[in-house]
């Protein structure tokens, strides 16, 4: 059974930051395109940011530049740093682990809450 764990998520101020991070395994985290995605009350999930085997980041326009995604092979652990936070930044993310639409995982999300 593949698991994504997350954690790191917390209330935070307006302008502060947190680090999340998406513990997997080994064999899912070099075959991966990894990804956070966050869905609000109401809203539906929408994509923060993906990082592939390569290495290549790619970014929803509203966090360019203030979130940051890594991998940690040796730890088998996807991050995403997030800096300048605010509240519009509020809601449950989610760790993904994409190969194939048959090999499409997700965790169980942590949330995040951005205090004005």
């Known amino acids: 059974q593949v698991q994504l764990v997350e954690s790191g998520g917390g209330l935070v101020q307006s302008g502060g930051t947190l680090r999340l991070a998406c513990a997997t395994s080994?064999?899912?985290?070099?075959?991966?395109?990894m990804g956070w995605y966050r869905q609000a009350p109401g809203k539906q999930r929408e994509l923060v940011a993906t990082?592939?085997?390569?290495?290549?980041?790619n970014y929803a326009g509203s966090v360019k530049g203030r979130f940051t995604i890594s991998r940690d092979n040796a730890k088998n652990t996807v991050y995403l740093q997030m800096n300048g936070l605010k509240p519009e930044d509020t809601a449950n993310y989610y760790c993904n682990a994409y190969r194939t639409l048959s090999h499409n995982y997700w965790g169980q999300g942590t949330q995040v809450t951005v205090s004005s």
């Open positions: 990082i592939t085997t390569d290495g290549n980041t």
């Open positions: 080994k064999s899912i985290l070099s075959r991966s395109t």
